[in-house]
């Protein structure tokens, strides 16, 4: 990713966070290229189905498309747990039942990391979502 297409990304994210009402027509234009689109309307749909799951069990859905490609940024679009693998679902760090959809539960993972639950005790995750 080019730091212009990066800071595109940021651009469209941050305008469809802020934006009442996401108008798709207006997100294509936003997000410059079909392909910073086609990312932003994948990550979107994610976000909102995630808090979507996390008020059916009625706990926080705090989590934001700009909260959620700020994590995905800083994991290079890598899974947050081995660091190798291209992202390729969001891990909820404290299962979603407890720790809800919010930023400092929501880490980009990939399926063989969650498969053996290789999350816990990972230094980089938890620094990160300390701070988040
Ligand atoms: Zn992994």
């Known amino acids: ?10 651009h469209a ?3 469809a966070t802020h934006s009442k009402r996401t108008i ?5 234009e936003v997000a ?3 392909e910073n689109y086609l990312i932003i309307a994948r990550e979107l749909d994610r976000v909102h189905s995630e808090r979507l799951r996390a008020r059916s069990l009625h706990v926080d859905a705090t989590l934001t498309l ?4 700020k994590t995905l940024d ?4 890598r899974c947050a747990y081995c660091q190798e693998k291209p992202f390729q679902i969001m891990s909820h760090y404290i299962p979603l039942p407890c720790g ?3 930023p400092t539960n929501c880490v980009p993972a990939c399926y063989s990391c969650m498969k ?3 999350k816990r005790n990972n230094a980089r995750v938890l620094s990160y979502l300390s701070q988040a």
């Open 1 to 10: 990713m080019t730091p212009e297409e990066r800071e595109i990304l940021f």
């Open 13 to 15: 994210a941050e305008w």
């Open 24 to 28: 798709m027509s207006k997100l294509r």
């Open 32 to 34: 410059v290229t079909e």
């Open 66 to 69: 700009l909260d959620w490609i």
């Open 74 to 77: 800083y994991f290079e679009w």
């Open 100 to 102: 809800g959809t919010t």
């Open 116 to 118: 053996r639950k290789e």
